[in-house]
C-alpha cells in the first residue's frame, strides 16, 4: 500500500518552517505547542528523516525539510485549487455549534451573524448547555464545534478569552461573626461549582449553602440581592458588588474559555469558526462588550479587575 501524506501536518510543517518556532506555529495553527510538536514528529516518522535541527526555540530546515518544502507547497496548493474549482457549488450543510448558557447573548449578537457572514450555505442548529454537558456531546459526535470552559486535563483547545474569577458579595451584605457565611452556588457539574468549593474547602470557613441555580443570572441576583456569597466571573461585576478580601476568602482560579470540536469534523470549517470568532474577541472593546451582555450595563473596564 502506498504513503499518503497527511495534508493537516503538511500544513503544519510549511508554517514550522516559515516561522522557524513551535510556539508562533502553535498559534498561527490553533494549536497546542505540544500538539504541533506531536504533528511534526509523525510526519518524520512518515518520511523516515528528521525535518529540522532543533536548537532551543528555533526550527531549522534540515536537507529533507528543504526537499519536502517544495513538495508540500505544491500539494497543498493543488489541494486549494481543488476546493476554489468549486467554490460557485452550493458547498455547506448541516453542523450542530454549542455554547455554555451563560453566554448565550454574546453568541446570538456576536460570534453566530459573523458565522453566517462566512460560512452562508450551512444550516446551524445550536445547544445552549454547560460546559461539560457540551463537551460529553462533542465526543458522542452529537455537537462537532462549541465554546466551553477549558480545564487542564483537555489538551487540544484554542483559548478564546480568561477572565479573572472573584469571590463577593453586596455592598449592603451584612454577616454575623458567628453564623455560617451563606454561599450561593452552581447546582450542577461546572468548573465555577469544583473552584468554589475547593476555596471553601480549603479555607476551612463556617459556611452553608442557601442558593442554587443552573443559571448564572440567579446566584448574581442572590449575591446582589445581599442574601449570599458568592465566587463569579469577572463579566458579571457592576458596583453593586464588593470584592471579599483574598485574605479572608481567596481564589487563585481564572475561567478560560474557548474552541472545542468533534475530532472528525472538517479542518477547514473549523479554522473558519475558530477565526470568525477570534475576529469578534479581539475587538478592542470585547470585554465591555462581554460585560454588558452578561449584565445588562457599562462602566467601561470592571471596577473590579485588579
Known sequence: MKKRLNLEYLNTFLIAAETGKLNATAELTYRSHSAVSTQIKKLEEQIDAPLFIRSKNTLILTKAGETLVDYAQRILALNDAAFNSMSDSDWGGDMTLAIPT??????LQSFYPKIQEKLPHFNFSTVFSR???IRKKVDEGK????IAAMEPEYGEEVLLWE???YWVCSKQFEHEPDAPIPIALFSDDCIINNHSLYCLKKTRLD?????TSTVMDNIADCVRSGLAVSLLPESMMTDEFQVLSPEFLPCAFTLKMGCIWQEKADTNIVNTLIESIKAQVKQPDFMNSLKI???GRSNGKSPLAP
Open 207 to 211: 459556611f452553608q449553602i442557601r442558593f
Open 143 to 146: 455537537i462537532q464545534f462549541a
Open 102 to 107: 451563560d453566554y448565550s447573548r454574546l453568541f
Open 163 to 165: 477572565e479573572g474569577l
Open 131 to 133: 460546559s461539560r454537558e
Open 293 to 295: 451582555l452578561s449584565t
